[in-house]
């Protein structure tokens, strides 16, 4: 790569899902606010959740790369072809933009940007926002100048690589700020007497979550106690708003709400999978919650979730356990009925370190830059 005069000149590469694309936002949003002569450049894949979502005034530029799968039929070939795609797109977007510091946010995508950022010595950091770091991040860990992970937990799977492991906690989206409870249920027009629930399955939704809740809230006898912000997904809308329709519940659903500060303010319970970025912001704004992580994760969601329940702050309950009819009514009516579990749950966050994760990954990077 040929030396460069001018900016400071950042890539930026993430998956296709909110977990990791959310993170990579907040961590642009802080770069932005250091007021530094920075050039940004953030790359995704062509399939990803940011149709849903203003870009943000960041320079995007997509690839063909998603994801590989050694599948025994004929898929194999067109994931051999995106990779090699998706790989020399990579090399073209590196050779243009002349980056600095390529920085990854996990998945396959940020594969080829770290292995030509390791080739042509660009020095390069890679983020891990769950507790068990992924395939990709786990393999590109011997070729990265620095391993930022979220949760202390992470560096037991990550032994080899001591010196350069960094604890920076997983950076949130600057709009997601704590606002006055009462002025968030006012943006729903909820009551402020009702007990408040947020449902919601991750940036795609969760058709078990959704169908199981739907099922819960229909069981419970008096309605009247309880209010809904519930997060759908796109696939669920249009036939849970079908299944609200006759339950007599006050509900506020939604497919995606791009002002999730509003929901998070606003509610006395999160019901929710355990996808990295969802658990950073349920610490953050210090939620009781009811997790019940995604089983097909391998062990990713199930760790991510027992640090809430290990402070305190959140009960587990394991996707198969749904299939007990009443399970999930009969814990929710325990949270509305025992206001000082709530209480004492959220009081455990008090013993949980929050870091400003968006600053302290922005000054990793810069100091990779001196």
């Known amino acids: 790569m040929s030396e460069k005069i001018g900016k ?9 899902s909110g977990g990791h694309i959310f993170p990579a936002l907040g961590f642009l949003d802080a770069l932005k606010d250091r007021n530094r002569d920075m050039e940004v450049l953030l790359v995704l894949p062509k399939r990803n959740i940011m149709k849903q979502l203003d870009a943000i005034g960041h320079k995007m530029r997509y690839i063909a790369l998603s994801s590989f799968k050694l599948t025994p039929d004929f898929k194999i070939f067109i994931s051999i072809f995106n990779l090699l795609k998706g790989s020399l797109e990579s090399l073209f977007i590196l050779s243009v933009f002349k980056p600095d510091i390529v ?14 950022a390791w080739l042509f010595r660009i020095n390069n950091l890679i983020h891990e926002q769950n507790v068990i770091p992924g395939k990709a991040n786990k393999f590109l860990a011997r070729f990265t100048d620095r391993i930022a992970v979220s949760f202390a937990e992470t560096k037991e799977y990550l032994k080899s690589y001591p010196k350069k492991t960094v604890i920076t906690g997983n950076p949130i989206r600057k709009g997601l700020s704590r606002i006055d409870k009462n002025k968030a249920l006012d943006y729903f027009n909820f009551s402020r007497d009702k007990f408040t629930i947020l449902v919601m ?21 008096d309605k009247s106690k309880f209010q809904v912000i519930h997060l759908s997904g796109l696939k ?4 849970l708003k079908q299944g609200y329709k006759d339950l007599n519940v006050n509900i506020r659903l939604f497919s995606f709400l791009d002002v999730m500060q509003y929901a998070y303010s606003a509610c006395d319970l999160a019901l929710s999978r355990a996808g990295a970025t969802t658990m950073s912001e349920i610490i953050f704004f210090r939620l009781p919650a009811i997790i019940i992580p995604y089983p097909f994760a391998s062990k990713h969601q199930l760790d991510n979730a027992e640090i809430l329940k290990k402070m305190g702050s959140a009960i587990i309950i394991q996707d198969e356990a749904l299939d007990d009819i009443g399970a999930l009514k009969q814990t929710l009516e325990e949270f509305m009925n025992n206001t000082d579990r709530i209480k004492m749950m959220s009081s455990r966050y008090d013993n949980f370190p929050v870091a400003e994760a968006s600053n302290l990954l922005v000054d990793e990077v810069l100091h990779l830059m001196q």
């Open 8 to 16: 400071i000149r950042i890539l930026v590469a993430a998956g296709s």
């Open 103 to 116: 920085v990854g946010f996990g998945s396959f995508t940020c594969f080829p940007f770290i292995m030509f």
């Open 201 to 221: 399955g991750g940036s795609q939704g969760s058709h078990r979550i959704n169908t199981e809740f739907l099922k819960a809230a229909s069981q419970i006898p």
């Open 236 to 239: 669920d809308y249009e036939w």
